[in-house]
């Protein structure tokens, strides 16, 4: 004959209200699952545990079982079908009647699961008694904890939260205390006993506003602890003076990650790097239409967790100087992120003062970054000048007749991709400008008497760069000039010498001659 046995008693009725060890679950086909009655139970005779179920399925499934200190007393599992559903639900009512007799005295923890895919999981003590003796002495609280969560990280601070109580339903203290792994040479988690706790903090739950119907939330500050695995033991005790009537010992491993990532980048191959922390000097200076840079931020790590869960985010943007004051505007270019996105690329081709950033997050949400300030000369762009097909340097000589025509074509000239559409030319003679763009036909100009002029191609881009090409332009008829002046002043030296000797001629004619 069975000391603990259960009756199921299938009623389809509307669950009462609850307020703990209740679950919901709706992706699961299961609604409310809870305790009719929350208060722990308290007995030294049969009692019966009861509660409710409410699922879109009409055939369930509920296990239980009875622990204390981690040990299972007893333990059982049940199936029954709905027949009848109730807004589109069918309700269960379920029973567990129980004869503590051979489970001696123990502050034990019912709980009862359901579920197919997901388990759904309510829990509340057992105060089973003396039946001589019914106060505190002998009776040792009871306590849950709902958080933290085993091996997860936490960083600055964590929540303790779950139930806690008394054999007569009050809310006894709770107390806990971190430990290191590693203070302890070969320690592994959760294997220390009361007497070798450290760190105890207590918090008097009687009358903290933490506390609502035996449930606890405590913040805990672990911004002061290394980086690593921990310890967490929480237990429950009436009273500060009876530390020995202790509940159950839980603990909890967990991880404690309060340091940010350190942040490591490589950029080998870069000749003009100094590196000057958090100023507008720029670390790397090359010129426009460089080899490409590449940006490896891979080595960087957390101190203690390494480099697992580590995401990445480059950000490049330009550094733009305000004309109106010593300001500067900032321009976003590029964001990559991802756990993957160790190594930036960033190509030369546009010139400008760049900012690359490197920010690193761990899966704690520490996060660190670092700046590397990048300057980009750009390149003055290469003027190329052909005149009637044929190519001209800089401070050759041409000759053009008056009549003539000369074909210039500077449309060769070249600067880097990001330039190229925005070059412009300028043709000036004797440093005047004369014509505006790259392809003309010119002619000897009418402003320009003398047999040699200076024609100048410049060729600019969009940042104001400059580049040019001189050459001397020659008359074919140099000595035209001169013959012609010769030839007048030998006209007029004739025009006058005939003027004077007809003048002569005429004075001596008008002399008497007796």
């Known amino acids: 004959m069975r000391i603990v046995s259960f009756v199921l008693i299938l009623i389809f009725i509307n669950p009462l209200s609850f307020v703990i060890g209740n679950a919901d679950a709706e992706t699961n086909n ?5 305790f009719y ?5 308290t007995s030294q005779d049969n009692f019966t ?4 179920l409410n699922s879109e399925l009409n055939q369930t499934f509920i296990s239980w079982s009875i622990s204390n200190f981690g040990s299972i007393l007893d333990s059982n599992s049940f199936e029954f079908y709905g027949t009848e559903k109730i807004n589109s639900l069918y309700n269960y009512d379920w029973k567990i009647e129980i004869n503590p007799i051979n489970l001696g005295i123990c502050t034990c923890l019912i709980t009862i699961s359901t579920g197919i895919n997901e388990i759904l999981t309510i829990s509340k003590p057992i105060f089973i008694m003396d039946g001589t003796i019914l106060n505190d002495s002998k009776t040792k609280p009871a306590i849950s904890i709902l958080s933290p969560m085993d091996d997860l990280i936490y960083t600055n601070e964590l929540i303790i939260s779950g ?23 070969g320690q592994m988690t959760c294997q220390l006993e009361f007497i070798e706790l450290s760190n105890i903090s207590t918090r008097l739950i009687d009358d903290g506003p933490e506390v609502h119907q035996n449930s606890f939330n405590i913040d805990v500050d672990i ?7 921990h310890s967490l033991y929480v237990w429950s005790h009436d009273s500060i003076e009876s530390n020995l009537i202790n509940s159950e010992l839980k603990c909890i491993p967990i991880k404690i990650d309060n340091d940010s990532p350190i942040v490591v980048i490589n950029y080998p191959g870069i000749l003009d790097y100094n590196f000057t922390q958090e100023s507008m000097i720029p670390e790397i200076s090359l010129l426009e239409n460089s080899p490409r840079l590449s940006f490896d931020g891979s080595v960087s790590n957390d101190p203690f967790w390494g480099r697992n869960g580590l995401s990445f985010v480059w950000t490049l943007v330009e550094i733009i100087p305000n004309i109106y004051n010593d300001d500067y505007n900032v321009e976003v270019i590029e964001i990559i992120s991802g756990i993957d996105e160790k190594v930036f690329s960033l ?11 490197l920010s690193v997050s761990d899966l704690s949400g520490n996060i660190d970054s670092k700046d590397i300030h990048i300057l980009i000369t750009n390149l003055n762009p290469i003027a190329k000048l052909k005149i009637n097909g044929q190519d001209v340097m800089d401070g050759d000589n041409i000759v053009l007749s008056d009549f003539n025509e000369l074909i210039l074509d500077a449309t060769n000239s070249s600067d880097t991709a990001n330039d190229m559409e925005s070059l412009n030319c300028i043709w000036k003679v004797n440093n005047i400008p004369y014509y505006e763009d790259c392809y003309r036909k010119f002619i000897w100009p ?10 100048t191609l410049e060729v600019s881009d969009n940042d104001g760069l400059i580049s040019h090409i001189s050459i001397a332009v020659l008359s074919d008829e140099p000595n035209n000039n001169g013959y012609y002046m010769i030839l007048l002043l030998i006209i007029s030296i004739i025009f006058v ?10 004075l001596e004619d008008n002399i008497p001659k007796w």
Do not use: H
Request: glycine share 6%.
């Open 163 to 185: 139930y806690a109580w008394n054999y007569d339903a009050t809310i006894p203290n709770v107390s806990w205390s971190i430990n290191s792994v590693y203070l302890l040479e």
């Open 446 to 455: 009418e402003s320009v008497t003398n047999d040699k002029f200076i024609l």
């Open 497 to 506: 010498s005939y003027a004077f000797y007809k003048r002569f001629n005429v």
């Open 347 to 357: 190509t030369t081709d546009n010139s400008g003062f760049f900012r690359l950033t």
């Open 223 to 229: 911004s002061p602890f290394d980086d690593g695995w």
């Open 30 to 34: 299961y609604y409310n699952f809870g």
């Open 37 to 41: 009655d929350s208060e722990p139970v």
């Open 49 to 52: 545990v009861s509660g409710y």
